[in-house]
């Protein structure tokens, strides 16, 4: 439609693009600048080229950082993906446990990072723990799951996945309601048991979604800070680094603007390449399966 | 018997997957009503001896309870207020109104989705430090005030009003003002409504933009309050961090209740 006045669009769209742009779009080119500097917050800004980048990618510290983020977001996509699947496909029919099962599981979606972060340390504690003690009686060692640099990522991406998965199942018994029942019936009536059924009606048409969910708890996960910040500080030894947590660890704790910003900036560049590749692949494949 | 046994395993299932999601809740709540000694002593007992409350009693003396929820309900009410009231007219502008820079205009709102708050935080830290804005509610809401996704959701749902009810609307000598708040706003309450809860839960329960944008007490945000109950040397005191666990969860889990449907319908339908 045409606007009433020349103007109207502009001043009905200022105040949104205006934040957005305050926001989100100058910080990223902010702190592309500032990633040449070394700025201590105390005394002027000094120019050093590259030398962030050096000091960040020497001894490899980079790269654990990287590696690190991709292992635990890797656990946890395929993880809340997976889960989040099956329990869409278990819990999508009707009676009262299958709606109370929808219920509790979408429920840690809703309650804050903080609350599930204090809880599983809790259960996982090496002393008191409910769930460390059942590990123990197990024949586990003695000690506490995120005391362990073997086990502290992985147990970190776990309480991910409890929190994610109740996500993924709703997006996915949305994307099963939509599927037309007709579908499914014709198929069945040319002699496709369950698992063809799923395998070639289900599956297909769950493309989508499955891509959606897949970009969004890529992009949720790479930005996980608050377990790590609350349950483990980045450690032990360092290993549950994640990208977030460098860089509040270089801007907080070290006062280096210019290492805070290089690292943003790396984090921006390796997530919208992930999420990129992502959707590509998917695409492709939602192209295959018609 | 094959066909009871095949209705069986799902309800089995799906019995021990929801056991799975309540027990943690369960479990806070049971250990918020134990006392020091029966934690040190017994950490896995079951049961409270007693319902004993000191747990809470020292949450609320260890922080102050009530300002910190009302600062961040404040906060997260600002936050879903601000994105509905900015994204109906932004949201009009990108649907239904032909203008030169529209392509431009949709090309901003779309990349911002895919900058978060965690990449830009840094530079953002630094301006609010310069305009001497740390510690203060603005530096808390402005940042949120307009939202991507918000904006986005809002121009697809409007594009799906017929373009009659518009005309009509002007020929009747209504303002673009009336008709982006009156006319349009009620249109696609559904998706208002699941933008406002959805913002408000997501803000609410927000940890990393209050832990960056805030130095002092001033204007704590509750999940702030609790992360710092742990990490003020309690120790083993964990029925206390459980009890401020459940003070922080509650209000949330008490809002799911009322509007699960809605919630999983805006999750849900995206």
Known sequence: MTPRARWHPWAMLAPTLALLVTFFVLPIGVAAYQ???????????RFVGAANYRALAAHGHLFHIALHTAVYSGLVVTGTMSAGLALALLVDRPGRVFALARTSIFSAYVVSWVAVALLWMWMLDGNGGIVGGALRALGAPPTSLLGDPRWALPALAAVGVWKLTGYAMVVFLAGLRSL????????????????????????PHLGPTAAFVATTTLVTSFQAFDVVRIM?????????????????????????VGKASALAVVFFLLLLALA?????????RAGEAR | MTASRARLLPWLVAAVAAAAWLFPYAWMVLTSFKTLEEIVQDPTAPLPRHLDLDAYREVFAAMPVWRYTAVTAVMAGSIAAAQVALALPAG?????????GRP???GVVLACLLVPAQATFVPVFLMFAKLRMVDTMGALILPFAASALGTFLVRQAMMSVPDELIEAARMDGASEWTIVYRILAPAIRPTLVSLLLVSFVLHYSDYFWPLVMTTDDGVRTLPLGVALLREQGTGVRWHIVMAGNVVLSAPVLVLFAAAQRQLMRAVGGR
Not at chain 1, 236 to 252: D, G, K
Not at chain 1, 276 to 284: C, F, I, N, P, T
């Open chain 1, 232 to 256: 483990t500080q980045g450690g032990p030894a360092r290993a549950t680094e994640l990208f977030v947590y460098a860089i509040y660890e270089q801007i907080f704790l070290n006062l280096s």
């Open chain 1, 180 to 203: 037309p029942r007709a579908l499914l019936e014709a198929a069945a009536l040319d002699g496709a048991g369950p698992w063809a059924r799923f395998r070639h009606v289900t599956m």
């Open chain 2, 92 to 100: 009009y502008a990108l649907a239904k109104l032909r203008f030169a």
């Open chain 1, 276 to 284: 990129g590749l992502q959707l590509r692949v998917w695409r492709a």
């Open chain 2, 104 to 106: 431009f205009a949709v």
């Open chain 1, 35 to 45: 990633s040449f500097f070394s700025w201590d917050l105390l005394t002027p800004p």
